[in-house]
């Protein structure tokens, strides 16, 4: 009994693993273990029985939490744009501009995959969409079934680093930090990451043309009456909007100064893009508008119609991303404006009838009570693992680790990484978080750092053979059997689980790779933050005890309180009786113990 009284967080975290390995679902496990463990504890007097007591609070600390509230808005709000058909749309459309390229429909497939996790933020809805409707035309043109699995799993992971992530979400919670930071710390990784999946591509087309072919001709459906195919209009809107936004970016900061009325020298590299990208998008809007109205025939038709495809999805970043990273809305509100933009778009675009609202309602649902519950049994594991001073004994195992900080991160990564095979986001958020995230903050790592360092390291846990959800996702809807196509009318061979395995190999390197980049360029993360204002409090409490001293001296002979003036001599003229005679410089002296703060505060920040 000595060793368990005097090992008893190590040996409560044991019995975590030896519940999860038995196979209970995790939420129930983390309750039952904190329970099990709690009373156990109060038995041994490991601590007092006063810390069940607390549990109840902590609980409706949870339902009060404001911040959870995004993650059934963003889940809702998703679901309603898969559903009414927005995916379809895009993948049709992009496919058809890349189509002529070789790997056209693989960068289709990514560029995709980063708008629907932009907008929907839930990997699952993203993986299927792609998976329905893009995997079948890849086969049918002759791309290799490993390269076209990989490409859509991995395209529908970037919901997991894309703001609005859930993931994300849960991380500023458990973090303890803002969610809208977390956001915009995790915007400029995330677009990386979304290039390094296109070079890959690029590569591909490069070096193996066979595996990635171009659409043929007869597949082009977009062309004009003389048989053009329309690219140079396209080009020139194109072309016009990127002018637009580069011109926005640019003149941003006096942009803000003529709106808010004082000088603004620097905008956050995510407001820029977020806002440039918008307003270049509203320029070919208008432009493609005026041409449809007015009948000018100025616009092919593969330019109308990319320039009216791209609007919804991109009005609803703007509306969602672009008022958090504004300051206008925060991440909770910004995921009811979505949630409600997605039903008026859904239904505005007759693609969403009451049946696909009820279900995309009963799978947020379903959702929410999922985190609900997780999140339950992980403050009862955490309140008792807390109180047998399990933290310290984190803190002691992790930060003895050779090579100070940057030690630190590989180590965690790695666990985070391994772990990932047998755990989901949710699970390691909950349960590993907040183990890890005290440890970080005394090692002084950025905590928005440490967590889209995380949550990229999440991602991989969707990719992993054997237990990636999304090869789980993909497998549920690519073709198991042979089939005929209904086009080509020729035969495709099924897609095994094998292939789909060995295509998601090749983006797990590459989450790796940018996981790697962040540990080594933490500005990447950090760049796009609000700059901290750091304050001298030594300079501040200096100046502030020269003031007291000096409203110490009021009443002494020769000393006046409001003025650095004398006293008036005899042969001042007296001040008519009733009134008092004003300060010599008629305001407040340099003493003035206010102003003297005030200028401390000012000389303390950096």
Known sequence: MEFITSNYAPVMFGGLIIFLLLGFPVAFSLGACGLLFGFLGIELGVFPSSVMAWLPQRLIGIMANDTLLAVPFFTLMGLIMERSGMAEDLLDTVGQVFGPLRGGLALAVVFVGALLAATTGVVAASVISMGLISLPIMLRYGYDRRLASGVIAASGTLAQIIPPSLVLILMADQLGRSVGEMYKGAFVPAFILVGLYVLWVVILAIFKPQSVPALPPEARIYREDNGSSGYVSLAVVMGISTAASIFLAAHMADVHTWWTGTEVLDVPTDEKVVTAMCGGTFIAFVIASINRVLKLGMLSRLAERVTFVLIPPLLLIFLVLGTIFLGIATPTEGGAMGAMAALVMGFARRRLDMPLLKQALGATTRLASFVMFIMIGA??????????????????????????????????????????????????????????????????????????????????????????????????????????????????????????????????????????????????????????????????????????????????????????QPAPDAEQAPAPEGELAPPADGGYGSDDPAKALQDAMGSGSK
């Open 379 to 564: 403050t009862t594991f955490s309140l008792v693992f807390q109180a047998a001073d399990g933290p310290k004994w984190v803190e002691h195992l992790l930060a003895s680790l050779p090579g100070g900080q940057v030690g630190f991160l590989i180590v965690v990564n790695l666990m985070i990484f391994f772990l990932a095979f047998f755990l989901d986001y949710f699970e390691l958020s909950f349960i590993v978080v907040p183990l890890l995230g005290p440890v970080a903050d005394k090692m002084g790592i950025d905590l928005i750092w440490f967590g889209v360092l995380l949550a990229m390291n999440m991602q991989t846990s969707f990719m992993h053979p054997p237990f990636g959800f999304a090869l789980f996702f993909l497998r549920s809807v690519a073709p198991d059997k042979p089939y005929i196509d209904r086009v080509t009318h020729k035969a495709i061979q099924p897609v095994t689980t094998m292939q789909i395995y060995k295509g998601a190999i090749p983006f797990v390197l590459i989450q790796l790779i940018m996981v790697s980049l962040l540990i080594a360029f933490p500005s990447l993360v950090t760049g796009s933050l609000d700059k901290k204002v750091e304050v001298n409090m030594e300079a501040v409490g200096a100046q502030m005890m020269d003031a007291l001293q000096d409203a110490e001296s009021y009443g002494a002979p020769g000393n006046d309180p409001f003025t650095s």
